[in-house]
């Protein structure tokens, strides 16, 4: 089984950042996809950015492109999503999530093996 522990939110003003951080046990992690996904209240989870594991292509939604980027350092079996100039409507739990799926089409997909709990942003204008 794998284990995902997110960290690193909070609230910050907007025009900010925030950096969240993935912890990763239980399995190699090289051999799994990550992804960032966001659930608004009274909204849909929706994808914000992955990483395949297959040759470390990066994706994001249009919403975030320029402004998030995800990394991961599978030395220390983490993942990370360094968030820039934050607006309101960025607001939302951030979920990590890893999947042995490596196409880009898949792993922008909200159908990944293992979800983290889940770490509250809070952008305030």
């Known amino acids: 089984q794998v284990q995902l522990v997110e960290s690193g939110g909070g609230l910050v003003q907007a025009g900010g950042s925030l950096r969240l951080s993935c912890a990763f046990s239980?399995?190699?992690?090289?051999?799994?996809?990550m992804g960032w996904f966001r659930q608004a209240p009274g909204k849909e989870r929706v994808f914000v950015t992955a990483?395949?594991?297959?040759?470390?292509?990066?994706y994001y939604a249009e919403s975030v492109k320029g402004r998030f980027s995800i990394s991961r350092d599978n030395a220390k079996n983490t993942v990370s999503l360094q968030m820039n100039s934050l607006k309101p409507e960025d607001t939302a739990t951030y979920y990590c999530?890893?999947?042995?799926?490596?196409?880009?089409?898949?792993?922008?997909?909200?159908?990944?093996?293992?979800w983290g709990q889940g770490t509250q942003v809070t952008v305030s204008s």
């Open positions: 999530a890893a999947t042995t799926a490596w196409s880009e089409s898949d792993v922008r997909l909200n159908d990944y093996n293992y």
């Open positions: 239980g399995r190699t992690p090289s051999r799994y996809s």
């Open positions: 990483m395949s594991w297959r040759d470390e292509s990066t």
